[in-house]
């Protein structure tokens, strides 16, 4: 009887939840396709069916501070640079977007680039670690490198749309599953494929590598979330807890905890150290597209409808029972342009960019220009002597 107590104080919990017992937040007018907390915890932002982008506050008003709206179609993906100065957004309209994000009461996106590097429309990007480097799965199934100092593409074509994909930390991994299929491929830099992981019975939905590039951890539509040893390609884990597909996953920047939503409405998290489901809650009626896990790992933003209904659109802020983490930003990072050798003619092109179509993708770049010397900069001021002209 008392290990009985015992097994029951230390297990997981689950919680049916009725919708008025968490906060919500509605900002859009269909459903949330994309979500993601900001690096310093301070921001929710939201892409959606919609064809806008919301960003509000993490505080209990939820408070909406700014909204974007230069879309044509769904935002299917968001990702930051891990310094929380630069955000990315791309979906049906093929068009990936790159903004400033700034922590300031006047301006919190600045759009800085566009860049039409994708014939097709955008599944995913990933912000690379190093935050030199974007990375773009595409439904015309191309996944394209884009390097920041480099401006240049680089593509890997597997020939079929694009559904889920991954980058080790190293960036000399990539793992991509396509529309339809249950397997997943890993290659190299160059394109090589290297392993295949087969176990999954269904499309597979969303990927993610762990802080030390030993484990691949997947979701699916056939209802599991599954962990993978990369070095041998065998499946070491799986998590059976929902009971209709599996539509997003999360993980924390140190992979100690992983938080999951699906169709049945089902938010759950878990702790990877053990492997083991820590609280899982269920909202009724509900539907939940996308889940995010807050930075100092208190609150889960779930994306989440009604079944049947689309407007109006928001999430739930899910408190997970864990400890707070205090959340620490890395450095400003600043992507340092590399040198061309000189040209004959003095004259430079200031407005756009294109790179060549031996990348076998072609991207051109509109970035706004600015001249002068720069004698004072921080995060809310800039002050600049222009040049004469």
């Known amino acids: 009887m008392r290990f009985l107590i015992i097994a029951l104080l230390v297990g997981s919990y689950t919680v049916n939840a009725q919708v008025d017992s968490f906060p919500y937040f509605a900002n859009h007018t269909d459903d949330i396709s994309t979500i993601t907390y900001s690096p310093n915890g301070k921001y929710v932002v939201s892409g959606s069916w919609d064809a806008t982008i919301a960003v509000q506050t993490t505080d209990r008003l939820g408070t909406l501070v700014h909204r974007e709206e230069n879309y044509q179609g769904a935002i299917n993906s968001i990702a930051f640079s891990r310094d929380n100065n630069w955000f990315i957004a791309g979906g049906q309209d093929g068009i990936l977007n790159k903004y400033e994000f700034n922590d300031s009461f006047f301006s919190i996106l600045t759009l800085d680039t566009s860049l039409t590097i994708s014939e097709g429309q955008i599944n995913k990007l990933i912000y690379g670690p190093g935050m030199r480097t974007i ?108 009971t209709w597909a599996v539509t997003d996953i999360d993980m924390d920047a140190f992979g100690l ?63 997970t ?24 003619s003095s004259k430079k092109k200031v407005n756009t960019t294109t790179i060549s179509r031996s990348t076998a993708a072609t991207a051109k770049v509109t970035k706004p220009k600015k001249s002068g010397t720069v004698i004072k900069k921080t995060d809310q001021i800039e002050i600049r002597i222009e040049d004469e002209k």
């Open 321 to 344: 029972d864990i400890a707070s983490r205090k959340v620490k930003v890395p450095k400003t990072y600043v992507v340092k342009k590399i040198k061309q050798a000189p040209k004959a």
């Open 135 to 242: 990375f773009c799965a595409s439904h015309n199934g191309k996944f394209l490198t884009y390097d920041l100092a480099k401006d240049k593409v680089m593509p890997i074509d597997v020939k079929r749309p694009i559904s889920a994909a991954a980058v080790a930390l190293d960036r000399m991994s990539y793992f991509i599953a396509t529309d339809g299929g249950a397997e997943i491929n890993q290659y190299d830099i160059f394109g090589k494929l290297l392993r295949t992981f087969s176990g999954h019975t269904n499309e597979v939905t969303d990927m993610l590598v762990t802080l030390d590039r030993k484990f691949l951890i997947s979701s699916s539509k056939d209802k599991t979330i599954r962990i993978w040893n990369i070095a041998t390609g065998k499946e070491e884990h799986q998590f059976t807890d929902h």
């Open 257 to 319: 905890y992983l938080v999951s939503g699906g169709l049945d409405g089902v938010v759950n998290v878990y702790s990877l150290k053990d492997r083991t489901k820590l609280k899982s809650v269920a909202l009724e009626n509900h539907k939940v597209n996308a889940v995010s896990l807050s930075p100092d790992l208190t609150k889960v933003a779930a994306a989440a409808q009604p079944k049947g209904v689309s407007n109006p659109a928001g999430y739930f802020a899910i408190p």
